[in-house]
């Protein structure tokens, strides 16, 4: 109707299908209204478009998961228009060898998804097809799909000869006509064009994108230096909140109607947190993330929750969501919060990772002002998206300049759960860190997690946060907080041995929920060695740890110990950088579980012989 549209393009890596999700995600951040304490989200003022090869549709099964998001709840973009360019081969590969279905299309048809299948070779009927899926999309606000039943003309790339592997489809490809030709002739046949018309306007329109690519080529201004910008560290921010602010926010997220029936265990568990929040070490872990993002709500921060159990917690620590024993209704205190300047979102995700994450990564970058965290059931879980973690979270500001506070909290740490559910593969992570690019905490206290989640909305230095969060910690008394903590205190990097053992020659360094076990067994230990906590992993502590090592001033040895095997864990990431700040006499000993292929013990026997055994190198 002559209206401007504005049109992104978003940045894709060589992974096919991958940005699916991401358009998705970001196409529902630039449908959703932030402001005030209730969502609004209008389907009808952007619109997804996504194109895909007909192998990479076929083959690649994190299509299946993205359809999959397409009307729940907490994903659903009003209906996605997916373009399916039928290149008739995969790269070499014939379509007998790539799908099992007659139409790359056809999986699609597990999702009730309108498929419309128009020849590429006729201009008219293709534009027929557009109007007929946007038609359909404003109708129903449902993923529609045009299967473009083409080729590709030069074979997989212009500088590949497809004739070595498909000969007899190219030779009949080369002899037919191009669409432009083709249609061209149609044209000239009908007396709408002359053919030397038809040729003149070919000319131009070629003539008009050499002049486009020549300027581009006079006004792009590369970095001289050849180097990636990296943005400096923004102001200290303040994290620490007021008594009363922080008592009146907790009498609301206790607050349900008079009539709402939430079931008598879980109405004495939330209950404790209304005695708790003044006690001495009262306050837990689901509680003080409870504070830390209703404190940002009233500061207008908004807040997408979305992942695997996410609205109870996988570890029944959380309860955002309550449920009416009688009647299954619910009600969320945290998204009613009577001085609430910015909306929460939360959402249980299907049991998906791969598109889940993509989809809540777009999210992030299209909401820069939103704390987007997505949740897995278990930390160990997260290598189902291992792609948009190397392709998009680590590299995305290097490769793109986007920009994304997108938080994953990944449940980490070795309770004799076997293999797979013990490791969240920190190591990958640590590997993936440079040029500042992201944050990487294992806290152990509550405390440290409620300033961790409020520097992370805050800080003018957009960026992802990996927290390997805990499981027994949770609940363990000896790691809860108190309200004098979230009212005097900031996130601490490292946290050094409360009983300052100064005259110590051994110094052990630890990362999560080790510690508790560590400080157990020091108890017993005539001389017991200084346990000290690195908090935050990436971006490498260096000042704050070398403070703390200055304290102890006859310190022969340092160990690090950790639950992962030497090959898994921190170790390798650490080990160069802290023998750097040790003195050339001062021993550098690790202690951990041996090299191993998988993560951790299968039999729970075999796990507390070595944990037993790992805090016992470890003190001494």
């Not at 004739?163 to 083709?182: C, D, E, H, S």
């Not at 299907?350 to 970058?365: C, H, I, N, R």
Request: charged content about 20%; overall charge negative.
């Amino acid at each position: 109707a002559g209206k401007t549209v504005t049109v992104s393009v978003l940045p894709n890596p060589s992974h096919l299908e991958f940005v699916g999700p991401v358009v998705n995600g970001r196409t529902r951040a630039r449908q959703t209204s932030r402001k005030g304490r209730v969502i609004e989200h209008d389907p009808s003022s952007a619109l997804p478009i996504v194109i895909h090869g007909d192998a990479a549709f076929a083959g690649q099964g994190v299509v299946a998961e993205t359809l999959n998001l397409a009307n729940l709840s907490g994903y659903d973009p009003g209906g996605t228009l997916h373009l399916i360019t039928i290149n008739q081969i995969g790269f070499t590969t014939d379509v007998r060898d790539s799908r099992s279905t007659r139409h790359a299309s056809d999986l699609a048809k597990g999702f009730d998804v309108a498929i419309i299948h128009v020849n590429a070779d006729d201009p008219e009927a293709c534009l027929s097809a557009v109007r007929l899926a946007m038609a359909y999309r404003a109708k129903f606000r449902s993923d529609v799909l045009i299967d473009l039943v083409g080729y590709r003309r030069w074979g997989h790339n212009e500088g590949d000869e497809p004739a070595y592997t498909q000969p007899t489809m190219y030779g009949t490809i080369k002899a037919l006509p191009t669409v432009r030709a083709r249609y061209a002739t149609q044209l000239v046949e009908a007396g709408l064009l002359t053919a030397g018309e038809a040729e003149a306007e070919a000319a131009q329109a070629y003539q008009h994108l050499v002049e486009v690519q020549q300027a581009m080529k006079t006004t792009a201004a590369p970095r001289t230096d050849g180097q990636p910008q990296v943005h400096p560290e923004a102001e200290v921010v303040e994290t620490a909140l007021p008594a009363d602010f922080l008592l009146a926010l907790n009498e609301e997220l206790l607050t349900w109607p008079a009539d709402f029936a939430v079931h008598p265990k879980l109405a004495r568990q939330l209950e404790r947190r209304r005695k708790d929040v003044s006690s001495p070490g009262g306050i837990d872990w689901g509680h003080a993330e409870a504070l830390a993002m209703g404190s940002l709500l009233l500061e207008g921060v908004p807040i997408r929750l979305t992942g695997q159990d996410t609205e109870r917690g996988t570890f029944s620590h959380r309860h955002f969501v309550l449920h009416d024993v009688v009647t299954g209704a619910t009600w969320a205190p945290i998204q009613r919060l009577t001085g609430a300047q910015a909306p929460m979102e939360i959402h249980n995700s299907p049991l998906s990772e791969l598109a889940t994450m993509g989809f809540e990564y777009g999210y992030s970058v299209a909401a820069p002002e939103t704390l987007v965290l997505w949740e897995g059931q278990f930390g160990d879980f997260v290598n189902g998206a291992q792609v948009f973690l190397d392709q998009f979270v680590a590299a995305g500001q290097s490769k793109w300049g986007q920009r994304s506070r997108l938080t994953l909290l990944l449940p980490h740490g070795y309770e004799g759960q076997g293999p797979e559910h013990s490791s969240a593969r920190l190591e990958r992570f640590l590997q993936l860190c440079a040029e500042r690019n992201m944050r990487v905490a294992n806290c152990t206290t509550p405390a440290q997690y409620f300033h961790l989640l409020r520097l992370q909305a805050h800080d003018g230095r957009i960026r992802p946060l990996i927290v390997m969060t805990p499981k027994s910690l949770l609940r363990l008394p000896a790691a809860s907080s108190s309200l004098t903590d979230l009212m005097d205190d900031t996130f601490r990097p490292v946290l050094d041995d409360p009983t300052r053992p100064l005259d110590a020659t051994r110094l052990v360094l630890c990362s999560g929920k080790l510690y508790y076990d560590l400080v157990t067994a020091a108890e017993t230990i005539p001389n017991r060695p200084a346990i000290v906590r690195q908090e935050l992993l990436y971006p490498y502590p260096e000042e704050s740890l070398r403070s703390v090592l200055s304290r102890y001033p006859a310190l022969q040895e340092v160990v690090w110990a950790q639950e992962e095997p030497r090959n898994m864990g921190a170790w390798g990431f650490v080990h160069d950088r802290l023998r750097a700040l040790l003195p050339g006499d001062v021993a550098l000993r690790y202690a951990g579980r041996p090299n191993r292929a998988s993560p951790a013990e299968g039999y729970p026997s075999a796990h507390a012989a070595e944990q037993a055994r790992i805090v016992g190198e470890a003190v001494g």
